[in-house]
C-alpha cells in the first residue's frame, strides 16, 4: 500500500479532529486509537469492495468458515502489518509524539470464544486471506465475550466483559443485509395448484439477523476477506410478530452472551437457539450470494464450501436443506447430494462430556422443520445401512438415539470429510471414539494438524525475535514459514546462540514489567520461565505442574542450598464458572503462589504468577518470553493443542506427554531438543480397558508423591481447606482419572534435566534456536493449504 509518513500525519490529524472535535493531543488513549483505527478502515475499504467484486466477477469457489467462536485478538498491528504499514504508521504516530505501542493497546481484545478452537478459526481466517483464498467467517456477534476474570481472595470471579463499551471501528453494520430466522410455530404441508408439496410455517417467531462485517486482510496480497457476525434483533413491519414484552427480550438475549464453557455440555435452550440462529443466518446470506450467479443448484458445491468448527454449527446441514427442500423446490435426492458435498466437519475433541446432544422434544418444538428433517435423514440413514452393516450397527450410528440427537453423527451423515486436528487425535477418532462411522465412511476421515499464524505469534508478538531471523537469514520466511528452517544452520554459531539470549531476555524483561506494575511481584529476567497457558481443566493437568511446584519446593525447605537455577512458573488460566473443580484448583495455585513468593527461606529460587484474564493479548507478551512451554495433558486427552506451538515458534523448550500435536512438534525437533516424559496413548488406553491403575498405591508406595499430596490436607498450605480436601480425594479416594501420579516421577526427572540444561547457556540456547527452526511446518498457511487442496478444493487466487 502506497503511503508515507508525511501523508499520514497529515490524515491522522484531519481523522482525530473530524472525530472528535478537538486535537489528538488532547485525547485519551482509547479516542487515539480510535481515529487510527478508523483511518486505517478507510485505507483498506476500496481494496475490501473489489475483492468481493472480483470474486462474483470469476465466479471463483467460496469457503465459508462457520464457528461459534472466533479470538481474533486485537487487530490494529496485524491489520497494518498485512497491508504493509506496520513501519510507517509507528514512524509517523512517534514523529506525532504518541507512543504507538500504547495507541495499540487502547483497542478492546474481543474475546468472542473460550479457547483453542476459536483461536484457531482466527488463525484461519488470517491464512485463509493471507494465502489468497477466497474465504470468510460465520459467527455470532455476541454482546458480551468471555467474563473477565479477577482474583479475589485467591479464587475466580467472573465479571461481564463489555467488549463493546467504546465503538468497535472494525466491523461495518449491513443492514441490507439482513435475514430473517424463524422458531418455533407449526409447519403444515399442504399441495399447491400444480399438486406440488409447500412448506407453510405459522405462529413463527422471527428474529432479524442482522450482520456486522470484518475485513481479513491478507498479508501483503490485496485480498480481503470478511467475517460476518451475526446479531439478533428484533424485525419490523410485518415480521415483528411477537405478543409479550418477554418475547420480545427474549429475542434480544440470543446474541448477548458467549457460553463460557468448552468441554462440558449442557443442554440449554439457549445455546441452542445461538446454533441455528447463525448457521441460519450463514446458509441464508451464502444462498443469496450464490442466486447472483445464476447457475444451476447443482452447480453449488462447486462454488461452496462450507466447512464447520465443531458439531456447533451442525445445524446448517439440515438447514441447508429445508432451503433447498422447500424454497427451492428440489427433491431430496439432489438436495442430500447438494449438502453432502457442501459441508466438512472437524472434530476438536474426543472427551464424552463435550460432545453435543439434544433432547428430541426440544428441537421439535423450537425448530419444527428442521426436526421433521433430522427425523428424515436418520431414517433413511438407517434404512440404507441395515442391509450393509446389519441392524446393531446401523442404529449405533443413528442420529436419534433414547430421545436424543447426536450432533456429531448428524454431522457426520451430512458431510463429505470429517477431520481430527492431530494425527494421534485423527487415529483416535478412527479407532475408537468414532469407529463405527469409520467403519461405514473411511473415504470421509482425515486428519489436518493444526497451525498457527506466525504473523501474529512472532512477528507481532516478538519483534525482537523478528529483527533477528530478518538479520540472520532473511526475510523469505514471512511469506514461506518453512524457509524459517535456514536458521539451522546457525546452530553452532555463537553470535547468533547469544543473540538469540539476549532477545529472549529483553522479552522476559518486558513480561517482568508488567507482573511487577500489575500485580507487584518482583521476578528475575534470568530465572526460567516455565509457561502454562491454556484453560484450566483437569485433563490438561495444570496439578501436576503444581504437584512439580510443591515437591520442589520441599526439596528446597529441606535443603535450601540446593543448586539449581532460578524459576518462575507462569499460569494462565480461565476457569467455566460451573466447573467447580477447575476453580477449586485456581484457588490452590493462588495460595501456593502466597505461600511461597512470601517465603523468604528460599531465596527467590521459586516465584509463581498466575495472570489474571489470561487472553489473546496476554498471550502476546508471554508466550515470547517462555523458555519452557508446559503441554502435560495426559496422553490421548488433548486433540491437538496450539499454544504449544505458538510457544515453540518463540524458542520455548517443550515439557511433554506424547500427546496432540506435541508428538508431531517431537518428529520436527527431534527426541534432544524436547523434554518428553509420561505414559503413552496406547498405555492409557490399556489401564483404562482393564482398570488396572491403581492411584492409592502409587501415594501409599511413592514417598515424595505422598508428602506433595499430604501438603494438601495437613494445613501447610493457608487458606485451602476445603479445596485441599477435595483435590487430595480427587486423586488418592477417587482414582486420579488423569493418572498424575503415575506419572509424576518421569515429569519430576524431566524437570531436572531441564534444570541442568539451562544451567548449559550454549546448550539450551541450542535447543531454543532449533525449535524456532523447525517450527514452519506449523503454520496454518500450510494447514490451511491442506484445508483447501483436499477438503475444500478451492484454489488461491493467482
Ligand atoms: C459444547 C460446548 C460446551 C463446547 C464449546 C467449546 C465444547 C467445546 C468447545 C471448545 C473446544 C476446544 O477449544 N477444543 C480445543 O480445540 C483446539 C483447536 O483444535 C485444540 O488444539 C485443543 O486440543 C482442543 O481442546
Redo the contacts with the bound molecule.
Keep these: 500500500m502506497a503511503f508515507n509518513v508525511q501523508e499520514f500525519k497529515k490524515e491522522y490529524t484531519k481523522k482525530f479532529e473530524e472525530l472528535f472535535a478537538y486535537g489528538y493531543d488532547e485525547g485519551s488513549t482509547t479516542e487515539r486509537f480510535i481515529a487510527l483505527g478508523d483511518l486505517v478502515r478507510g485505507l483498506y475499504t476500496e481494496e475490501w469492495k473489489s475483492t468481493v467484486e472480483d470474486y462474483i466477477a470469476d465466479q471463483s469457489k467460496q469457503v465459508y468458515y462457520f464457528s461459534?467462536?472466533f479470538l481474533p485478538g486485537r487487530m490494529l498491528k496485524s491489520n497494518l502489518l498485512n497491508l504493509g504499514i506496520l513501519d510507517c504508521v509507528r514512524e509517523g504516530m512517534q514523529e506525532l509524539g504518541l507512543d504507538f505501542d500504547e495507541v495499540a493497546r487502547g483497542e478492546v481484545d474481543p474475546a468472542l470464544?473460550?479457547?483453542?478452537?476459536?483461536?484457531?478459526a482466527s488463525c484461519f481466517m488470517d491464512s485463509i486471506a493471507s494465502t489468497g483464498l477466497a474465504g470468510h467467517g460465520n459467527g455470532i456477534r455476541y454482546r458480551y465475550g468471555l467474563f473477565q476474570q479477577k482474583f479475589v481472595n485467591g479464587y475466580q470471579i467472573e465479571l461481564p466483559e463489555n467488549w463493546l463499551r467504546n465503538r468497535n471501528v472494525w466491523e461495518v453494520r449491513k443492514e441490507n443485509k439482513a435475514v430473517i430466522v424463524r422458531f418455533g410455530g407449526q409447519v403444515n404441508l399442504a399441495a399447491d395448484e400444480d399438486g406440488k408439496m409447500t412448506v407453510r410455517y405459522e405462529n413463527t417467531r422471527n428474529i432479524l439477523a442482522v450482520p456486522y462485517d470484518t475485513a481479513q486482510v491478507g498479508y501483503k496480497n490485496g485480498v480481503i476477506n470478511n467475517l460476518r457476525l451475526w446479531s439478533a434483533e428484533i424485525p419490523y413491519g410485518e415480521e415483528a410478530n411477537f405478543s409479550t414484552v418477554e418475547e420480545r427480550d427474549d429475542v434480544m438475549r440470543i446474541t448477548e452472551v458467549l457460553?463460557p464453557?468448552?468441554?462440558?455440555?449442557?443442554g440449554r435452550l439457549l445455546?441452542v437457539k445461538q446454533e441455528y440462529f447463525f448457521s441460519s443466518a450463514g446458509i441464508q446470506s451464502i444462498i443469496r450470494y450464490f442466486k447472483k450467479l445464476k447457475l444451476d443448484w447443482n452447480q453449488f458445491p462447486e462454488k461452496t464450501a462450507i466447512h464447520i468448527n465443531?458439531?456447533?454449527p451442525t445445524l446448517a446441514i439440515p438447514e441447508l436443506m429445508r432451503i433447498l427442500l422447500d424454497e427451492e423446490g428440489l427433491g431430496w435426492d439432489q438436495a442430500w447430494e447438494i449438502t453432502k458435498k457442501t459441508i466438512s466437519y472437524?472434530n476438536?475433541?474426543i472427551?464424552q462430556e463435550?460432545?453435543?446432544r439434544w433432547p428430541e422434544g426440544m428441537i421439535a418444538e423450537l425448530l419444527p422443520r428442521i426436526y421433521q428433517i433430522i427425523a428424515e435423514i436418520n431414517r433413511r440413514h438407517i434404512e440404507k445401512k441395515i442391509p450393509i452393516y446389519g441392524n446393531e450397527l446401523a442404529y449405533r450410528t443413528a442420529i436419534i438415539d433414547q430421545g436424543q440427537i447426536k450432533m456429531a453423527n448428524l454431522a457426520i451423515i451430512g458431510s463429505h470429510s470429517v477431520n481430527g486436528?492431530?494425527q494421534l487425535?485423527t487415529d483416535i477418532l478412527m479407532a475408537e471414539t468414532l469407529h463405527d462411522f469409520f467403519v461405514m465412511y473411511p473415504q470421509k476421515f482425515n486428519n489436518k494438524t493444526?497451525g498457527i499464524t506466525q504473523r501474529r505469534w512472532v512477528q507481532i508478538a516478538n519483534e525482537a525475535l523478528t529483527d533477528l531471523l530478518d538479520d540472520t537469514i532473511g526475510a523469505e520466511w514471512k511469506k514461506n514459514p518453512l524457509e524459517i528452517r535456514l536458521l539451522k544452520a546457525f546452530r553452532e554459531d555463537e553470535e547468533v546462540l547469544e543473540a538469540l539470549e539476549t532477545v529472549k531476555l529483553k522479552n522476559k524483561q518486558r513480561f517482568a514489567d508488567y507482573v511487577l506494575k500489575t500485580m507487584g511481584i518482583e521476578i528475575d529476567p534470568t530465572a526460567i520461565f516455565d509457561v502454562q497457558i491454556k484453560?484450566m481443566h483437569a485433563y490438561k493437568r495444570q496439578l501436576l505442574n503444581v504437584m512439580h511446584i510443591l515437591d520442589r519446593y520441599l526439596q528446597l525447605k529441606d535443603d535450601p542450598s540446593l543448586d539449581f537455577p532460578k524459576r518462575v512458573f507462569i499460569f494462565g488460566a480461565k476457569a467455566?464458572p460451573s466447573y467447580y473443580y477447575a476453580k477449586e484448583i485456581i484457588k490452590l495455585i493462588n495460595a501456593i503462589a502466597d505461600l511461597i513468593n512470601n517465603d523468604s527461606t528460599i531465596g527467590d529460587k521459586i516465584k509463581i504468577v498466575f495472570v489474571e484474564n489470561y487472553g489473546v493479548s496476554l498471550a502476546e507478551l508471554i508466550i515470547p518470553a517462555a523458555d519452557i512451554s508446559e503441554q502435560i495433558?495426559l496422553a490421548g486427552k488433548?486433540?491437538?493443542?496450539?499454544s504449544n506451538m505458538k510457544l515453540m515458534s518463540n524458542g520455548a523448550i517443550t515439557m511433554a506427554t506424547l500427546d496432540?500435536?506435541n508428538v508431531e512438534i517431537r518428529d520436527n525437533v527431534g527426541d534432544e531438543n524436547i523434554f518428553v516424559f509420561g505414559l503413552k496413548s496406547e498405555e492409557v488406553q490399556s489401564y483404562y480397558r482393564n482398570g488396572n491403575y491403581h492411584a492409592y498405591d502409587i501415594y501409599e508406595k511413592n514417598p515424595r508423591v505422598k508428602r506433595v499430596l499430604n501438603m494438601l490436607v495437613d494445613g501447610s498450605i493457608p487458606g485451602i481447606e476445603q479445596e485441599g480436601r477435595d483435590i487430595f480425594d480427587s486423586l488418592v479416594k477417587f482414582n486420579d482419572e488423569y493418572f498424575l501420579l503415575k506419572d509424576f516421577d518421569s515429569y519430576i526427572a524431566a524437570q531436572y534435566s531441564a534444570d541442568r540444561i539451562y544451567a548449559d547457556r550454549g546448550k539450551w540456547n541450542r535447543m531454543a534456536l532449533m525449535n524456532i527452526a523447525n517450527s514452519g511446518p506449523f503454520s496454518s498457511d500450510y494447514t490451511i493449504r491442506r484445508y483447501a487442496d483436499e477438503i475444500w478444493k478451492i484454489k488461491p487466487k493467482s
Design positions: 461459534m467462536e470464544g473460550n479457547g483453542g478452537l476459536g483461536r484457531l457460553y464453557d468448552d468441554s462440558n455440555y449442557e445455546r465443531d458439531t456447533h472437524t476438536h475433541t472427551l463435550a460432545m453435543e486436528v492431530a487425535h493444526n484453560r467455566a495433558s488433548e486433540a491437538s493443542g496450539t496432540g500435536a
